[in-house]
């Protein structure tokens, strides 16, 4: 851990020209350095150096950041590995802050425990094989329900001797402390001091990482004569989180971001069943109900997922919950239900691995609809329970975080619940106010309790990745990465909103921390002139119409200086580029360098104009807020035209009518606006 002081003395003593001159041969060009870029091929230099802004850019390629950055894209190095380069250059002494006693017996106890974890591992996976009651109950017990040695050997299997100690003794023989034991759970020491093993008599499921590391198992008894739980599972320990594992995660994961499709079943036994019917991408949330942090898990790989249900109603109910969790975090959710009785493994046994494959395909039902199907098979004739299904719906609706998915699932639903598709939708918008409301509150008060961006940066000192770690704390995910990237290519902006979205948050860096003075009242209604930030004029402006960047990296930067603002604090493009983010340090150095500009080519295509950043900022700034608003309006005018062209009943096409007259009214108002101000 280096300290937050010497990381604040490297990043002050370091300049740019000197660490990319050591990689790069860089010509001075009035205030900035030129040179060949190091990230494409290239003969015409277009890498730029700042040493003012302590940044580099390539206007071929697109790579930005400041000097820590450089080496981590140039020698691969992590982000404590690249200040320690440059501390080096500069002779400046890393003072590490040393490791408690107490982190470094955690850092070893974990250690230990996947070591013993691996241990008993493979010692039960070798007595299925090579021990007589191991064949004899354990591996006929596995043949019995179907599992080939292949998938027997892919998950691990195994089985526990059903004597007290077998398993104890045999770790400790091989000197494996009995504490340790203790920890992993896999040994219960009793007060008398008499140990026994915790799975005796049972077959293993051990539980992997995302990695393959075991961390801890489920056992399950064969013996139905004993008054003994069927299932018994590791107790949580400094390496078994159960709420964020998954059952078969380690086997499923590459089918499952192959197939860009995850199924979530209710137990270990489904998992190995349909990855042997061929269906790998398949998981379990095995002895909790799913978790955010399982969901987090299962979006590092894909959005879409479908859940397999046993077919009986309480339980499907129970998991309704579960399933508006997914929804909220912007997956798909799909649900196939099973005939009663049966379940995937069941199904699978009886009918065999294409009739499964084809049943989870074909009955893949979208989950809201299914949702009101099953609630409205309780509601008949009942107009209160339907009043309260309603409500029940149209929450679950608002989860979906796409319009364009919240619209379908209206209609839909409108036509299953026999109500207008009007009255749902002002049900939704009313809900989804609300919703906004609380996200707000909650915004405000989680930006109090973070802390201000100098403390946060030795946070971000992390170590090289760790796979066990859950995503979120580990920076951005491929996929993640993709995105930001893509976001950050100029003329490949989706469309022109988006020009002008970047327009702004251009603004936001490039000027946010200027001021403006604008006409205002005092209290007493006399016109006055108010100073003010234009970091605050933007924020307040979009707020005040209830406005979003399309763009999520966009977005992500805006509500960065909304929530600091909030919390009467000023951002500044300097915070963006102290992330240890790439990406994100990128998109700031690239609007850093270029104040931003549009092709001629994107002007004559979409007859958009752009303001340059030097001529008066006021105007500047004006023009672009309204020319957001112009391109925001147009899109809801054009939306509506479009619902124009479905069938209506005569109430909603007046209503309809009457919503895009206004907004023509709103929109000529601006245009009026625009040309005061280009004209003036
Ligand atoms: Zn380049």
């Not at 902006?493 to 327009?503: F, G, M, N, Q, S």
Request: aromatic fraction near 8%.
């Amino acid at each position: 851990m280096i300290r937050p002081e010497t990381i604040e003395k490297i990043l002050d003593t370091v300049r740019i020209e000197e660490i990319v001159g050591d990689f790069v041969t860089l010509k001075r060009r009035g205030a900035n350095l030129l040179g060949c870029c190091p990230f494409h091929n290239e003969k015409t230099p277009s890498f730029t150096v700042s040493p003012a802004k302590g940044i580099f850019k390539c206007f071929g390629c697109g790579e930005a950041g400041n000097s820590v950055h450089f080496l981590m894209k140039h020698e691969h190095f992590s982000y404590p590995e690249a200040l320690r380069y440059i501390a080096n250059k500069y002779n400046i002494e890393i003072e590490e802050e040393a490791l408690t006693p107490q982190q470094l017996e955690k850092q070893t106890e974990r250690e230990a425990l996947l070591n013993v974890s691996d241990f008993a591992q493979k010692y039960f996976a070798d007595l299925l094989y090579n021990n007589e009651m191991g064949q004899a109950i354990g591996l006929s017990y596995f043949y019995e329900r179907g599992l080939t040695d292949v998938v027997i050997k892919r998950f691990g299997l195994g089985y526990c001797i059903d004597e007290w100690d077998n398993f104890t003794n045999h770790a400790t023989q091989n000197g494996y402390s009995l504490n340790v034991l203790e920890k992993t759970g896999l040994t219960i020491v009793k007060e008398n001091g008499k140990k026994y093993d915790r799975f005796r008599g049972r077959v293993m499921f051990p539980v992997f990482s995302v990695s393959g590391k075991c961390l801890g198992f489920s056992g399950r008894i064969l013996s139905s004569e004993k008054q003994a739980a069927k299932y018994v599972n590791s107790p949580e320990s400094e390496i078994y989180n159960k709420s964020r594992t998954l059952y078969g995660i380690f086997q499923a994961k590459g089918a499952i971001s192959k197939q860009d499709l995850c199924y979530l079943v209710e137990g270990n036994i489904d998992v190995i069943t349909m990855h042997q019917a061929g269906i790998e991408n398949t998981v379990a949330s095995s002895g909790t109900s799913l978790t955010m942090e399982q969901i987090r898990l299962i979006s590092r790989y894909t959005k879409n997922i479908t859940v397999l249900y046993d077919g009986d109603a309480a339980g499907i109910k129970a998991a309704f919950r579960a399933v508006n969790m997914l929804l909220e975090e912007g997956m798909r959710v799909r649900v196939v239900l099973f005939p009663d009785g049966e379940d995937p493994d069941s199904y699978t046994r009886k009918y065999g691995a294409e009739k499964i494959q084809a049943y989870v395909t074909e009955q893949a039902t979208n989950f809201i609809i299914f949702k009101t199907k099953i609630l409205l098979e309780e509601t008949k004739g009942d107009p209160i329970k339907k009043a309260a299904l309603i409500k029940d719906i149209v929450q679950t609706i608002a989860l979906v975080p796409e319009l364009i998915e919240r619209n379908i699932y209206v209609k839909e639903c409108a036509s299953l619940l026999d109500i207008s598709e009007q009255t749902l939708a002002t049900e939704l918008a009313k809900c989804i106010v609300s919703n906004r409301k609380k996200q707000f509150e909650n915004a405000a008060v989680a930006a109090a309790a973070t802390p201000s961006p100098a403390e946060q940066l030795p946070a971000n000192d992390y170590p090289t990745p760790n796979p066990d770690i859950p995503a979120d704390q580990q920076g951005p995910t491929p996929d993640e990465a993709e995105r930001l990237k893509k976001a950050l290519i100029t003329d490949g902006a989706a469309d022109p909103l988006e020009v002008y979205e970047r327009k702004l948050i251009s603004l936001l860096m490039n000027s946010g921390t200027s001021t403006i003075k604008q006409p205002a009242k005092d209290e007493q209604g006399n016109d006055i002139e108010e100073e003010n930030y234009v970091s605050a004029i933007i924020v307040g402006d979009l707020m005040a119409d209830e406005l979003d960047f399309k763009n999520p990296v966009y977005q992500t930067i805006y509500e960065t200086y909304k929530n600091n603002l909030l919390e009467g604090r000023m951002v500044d493009a300097d915070y963006f580029l102290q992330q240890d983010n790439i990406e994100l340090a990128n998109l700031a150095a690239t609007l850093l360098t270029n104040t931003y500009n549009v092709s001629d080519n994107w002007m004559e295509r979409y007859q958009i104009y752009v303001p340059t950043m030097d001529d008066n900022l006021e105007k500047d700034l004006k023009q672009s807020l309204l020319r957001f608003k112009q391109m925001k309006l147009e899109e809801r005018i054009n939306a509506l035209s479009e619902k124009l062209k479905d069938e209506q009943t005569d109430d909603e096409l007046t209503l309809l009518l009457h919503q895009i007259a206004q907004m023509k009214k709103v929109k000529v108002l601006i245009c009026k606006e625009l040309n005061q101000i280009i004209t003036s």
